[in-house]
């Protein structure tokens, strides 16, 4: 009787299909590229995935459940290298494209309206927004005006012995970060910056100096904001600015 039920169960698990493969099926080409197409339960496509040597290469495709593009991204060995198509709701219209290369952002970003106007363009380097944002308005005029960096001195010397600059915006913003140092030969953010104390909710930075009496400090700073915009973009203004404390 156990044997019986033994060789039950056995050809009862050959008969099952993990649920990651029932919707999965194979296409081979002549080059030795497979492409991997998955469904979703209604069948409409959900994604495809080009293979070669066991890593992605060339096109992938994703779709929402009524089968519409909606994202394109090309692959090189496994990392992201060209340019990358997202799409609205339905397929037929681009809502932004992003140039790759070795897996990092590198290249231009450029967003779309619905209309097929451009919205925005932006660069990136290395997955870092840079300078040269560029905005439109949906009469295609470019915007020009955006915050500036306020810098307020506050002495405390004679009774704390520091000595603080606040960073703020000349308006209000929907998120900020503050940084000092250099940007890159292109005018791009990067990781040698040095990240400013931020007060999230107020938006404003801070930078302490601590000085004894008959202490003295000059400096020449470059403060760097980078200011998220009413559509999701990164805006980078700078600013100069002449420390000179004397205690």
Known sequence: MRIVLALFILVCLGCTQSPSKKNENKEDSKDGTKVIKTTYSNGKPKAEVSYKDGKKNGLSKSFDKEGKI??????INNKREGKSKKYYEGGQ??????????????????????????????QYEKNFPCLNLKEYYKDNTLKKEYPKIVVTPIDRLDSQGVYILQISMSEKVRKVKYYTGKLTSVGCLSDDLYSILLNEQAKTGKLT???????????????????????????????????????
Do not use: C
Request: glycine residues 8%; proline residues 3%; hydrophobic residues 30%.
């Open 209 to 247: 100096y601590n000085l004894g009496p008959g202490g003295f400090m000059m400096e020449e700073l470059n403060i760097i904001a980078v200011v998220e915009t009413n559509y999701g973009n990164s805006y980078i203004t700078q600013r100069k600015y002449n420390l000179a404390i004397d205690n």
């Open 93 to 122: 219209q681009l809502y932004q494209t992003t140039e790759y290369k070795d897996d990092l952002m590198n290249g231009m970003q450029i967003k779309y309206r619905e209309n097929g106007d451009v919205l925005s363009e932006a």
């Open 70 to 75: 909606s994202l394109e991204l090309p692959y």
